[in-house]
């Protein structure tokens, strides 16, 4: 199952890899280079394909956890202070994601989304400090009764070029389902109140929807 972000891309992809398919099987005369293209041209289609990939995944609803966003390798665990929305400290834990991941944003928590901005910016590597506040980025917020406010933050990196958002300010957050996608690596990060229990370690690998990353 594909993401629909990217029909488009899939769909072009497809045209290029016939054309170029068909190009070599007419033009190259030696058989071991023209198998050299085909699995050049193959390879290309199947990163392309894996990239845009969105599995399903089985999200047990529970009010008192926070889910991973994305799939991805936790890279920070620390209080900060969050200077957007918040403007007090809160705990962040962050979710770096290279180009083999899944990258389709799911929402961390269900409630009401209270609050979604876009940020233009540059385009740093994902984990360099400025890249939470210089890069661009989407700030979410979703708040319910048991957990309170958490905020996830879409972070482009050096080669992500596009952030989608889907989350919408008083709509209804289902917890889980697709809040997003960013496109070509990238990292998100959440703020969850103090004292939220951890339960994720630094470099752990996490599944968007089905890792919980707290608990309160």
Wanted: net charge positive; with cysteine.
């Amino acid at each position: 199952m594909f993401h629909k972000e990217g029909f488009k891309i899939i769909t072009i992809t497809f045209i290029i890899c016939i054309s170029l398919f068909l190009v070599s099987d007419h033009f190259i005369t030696l058989d071991w280079l023209k198998w050299v293209a085909f699995t050049v041209i193959g390879f290309f289609l199947f990163i392309i394909l894996q990239f845009f990939r969105n599995p399903k995944r089985s999200t047990v609803l529970n009010e008192n956890t926070i889910v991973s966003p994305v799939d991805g390798k936790v890279v920070v665990i620390e209080e900060v202070y969050e200077p957007e929305f918040f403007k007090d400290k809160r705990l962040q834990v962050s979710v770096f994601m290279s180009p083999i991941n899944v990258h389709v944003t799911r929402f961390p928590i269900g409630g009401k989304v209270t609050y979604s901005k876009y940020h233009p910016g540059k385009y740093l590597v994902a984990w360099h400090p400025k890249a939470s506040t210089e890069n661009e980025r989407t700030t979410v917020v979703v708040e319910n009764n048991t957990v309170g406010a958490v905020l996830y933050r879409q972070i482009a990196g050096a080669l992500a070029k596009r952030i989608v958002n889907y989350a919408k300010t008083d709509e209804t957050a289902v917890q889980g389902t697709d809040s997003g996608f960013i496109k070509f690596g990238s990292r998100v990060d959440l703020y969850l109140p103090l004292g939220t229990d951890i339960k994720v370690a630094l470099n752990q690998k996490v599944k968007g929807g089905e890792s919980i990353i707290a608990q309160v």
